[in-house]
């Protein structure tokens, strides 16, 4: 059953409860003042207990429709509470989304910045101050490092940002901006082999 069908139920159940109870309350006021006149004492009583039997049926279709109400109160409170639900879980998601999406375009200005450094070592870096946490050592030209910050927004909004090779999205950030990527792979074999040994002195 749908939740229109289930609400549409419940309405239609409410109004005829809400009707019924409407009647059985004119009757037993019609009852009463009919009990009230009786001109025989024979009439009183099969009149009062007549009043008596719907005045019952009254009150258990009031306390079924009070029944009701708090059923479909609580039905809207669990509804309403699955939702509340939804909506922080989407939340925390979204969160934790954009942080590593945050945490992996720093990774790729990490390893540009690695390629430029090497091809521009000790450049002077012109980065505009916008309170984003860039690497140490940033594109040396505003228009490559808009070229960059344009290639990871269009990357970032396609769904497999987080998923995708990491070398090769950092290559394709390479190539949008001009830059030799095969100097990364120069600077992670340097890294792995470490610093050179000291050679003797020959003299």
């Known amino acids: 059953m749908t939740d229109d069908a289930v609400q549409i139920g419940e309405d239609r159940h409410t109004v005829t409860l809400r009707a019924l109870a409407g009647m059985s309350l004119e009757l037993c006021r019609d009852l009463q003042q009919r009990a009230l006149n009786a001109e025989s004492p024979e009439d009183a009583v099969r009149l009062a207990t007549a009043f008596h039997r719907v005045s019952r049926g009254l009150r258990q279709t009031l306390a079924l429709e009070l029944k009701l109400v708090r059923y479909k109160d609580e039905l809207h409170f669990k509804a309403q509470e699955k939702a509340d639900l939804a909506e922080a879980r989407a939340k925390a998601e979204a969160d934790l989304h954009e942080v590593a999406a945050d945490q992996r375009r720093k990774d790729v200005w990490e ?16 980065l505009p101050d916008d309170g984003i946490d860039k ?3 940033p594109p040396p030209e505003d228009p490559m490092w808009d070229r960059l910050e344009a290639f990871l927004d269009a990357e970032e909004a396609k769904p497999d940002f987080l998923t995708r090779d990491f070398d090769l999205l950092v290559i394709e950030a390479c190539d949008a901006i001009g830059a030799d990527p095969t100097l990364i792979y120069d600077i992670r074999g340097r890294e792995r082999a470490g610093p050179e040994p000291a050679t003797a002195d020959s003299s």
């Open 111 to 126: 390893q540009v910045g690695d390629c430029f450094w090497s091809e521009h070592e000790g450049a002077d870096w012109n």
């Open 135 to 137: 690497p140490d050592r």
